[in-house]
Nanobody, 119 residues
Framework: QVQLVESGGGLVQPGGSLRLSCAAS????????MAWHRQPPGKQRELVAV???????NYADSVKGRFTISRDNAKNTVYLQMNSLKPEDAAVYYC?????????????WGQGTQVSVSS
């Protein structure tokens, strides 16, 4: 019914940059808050950044000043620009969206995209 598909992950050296994308598709009436989470190996999933439907953003302290979340409502897509990457940023990154369909509003997750940071 609704799918979130992430892309843009990969291997980057410390100090490098990556841009993640997450495109929502399906029987969408409206997309509310969207967010990026990550799960490092052996650790719990954590919130990285969130953006409201009107563009208000919030970030985890660990990524403030380095990561930027944005969205293109016309394309039903949310982005995460990651700069000055550190080895501790390595994780599987998941997109999340609060999405309204004709059946109601639910939270949806993408399948995840791997980000590796290593020299």
């Amino acid at each position: 019914q609704v799918q979130l598909v992430e892309s843009g992950g990969g291997l980057v050296q410390p100090g490098g940059s990556l841009r993640l994308s997450c495109a929502a598709s399906g029987s969408i009436v409206r997309i509310g808050t969207m967010a990026w989470h990550r799960q490092p190996p052996g650790k719990q999933r954590e919130l990285v950044a969130v953006i409201s439907s009107t563009g208000t953003t919030n970030y985890a302290d660990s990524v403030k000043g380095r990561f930027t979340i944005s969205r293109d409502n016309a394309k039903n897509t949310v982005y995460l620009q990651m700069n000055s990457l550190k080895p501790e940023d390595a994780a599987v990154y998941y997109c999340y969206g609060g999405i309204q369909t004709i059946a109601g509003t639910n939270g949806y997750w993408g399948q995840g995209t791997q980000v590796s940071v290593s020299s």
